[in-house]
């Protein structure tokens, strides 16, 4: 069962651009590794920030349709559900929360799978 730690303030709403990303450090999500925060079509989505397939940052990737597209080996990856989407990406990344209060973005960042 996945552990689910203290919200984190990203930011507000407008810190994100539609298709854009931004990314909370590994050493304030307490999980081991960083969380990029996605904005896409209007909703924001959280996943693990390294690739499962190998080191590189999805937030630095391109974002549409509610999908990321990892920049070094084009996995792809769906943002609401963390699914792997296509090769070379098989292993599915890991979700966190985020709500959007008052037009703040919260991360709820969550340990385990
Ligand atoms: Fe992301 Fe290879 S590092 S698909």
Redesign the pocket.
Known sequence: MAETAQAIRVGSTADIEDGEALVVPADRTGTGDAIAVFHSDGEFHALDDT??????S?AEGWIEDGQVE??????RFCLRTGEALCM??TENARTHPVEVRDGEIWLLPRSGT
């Open positions: 690739c499962t397939h190998a080191e590189a999805l990892c920049p070094m080996h084009s996995g070379p990406a």
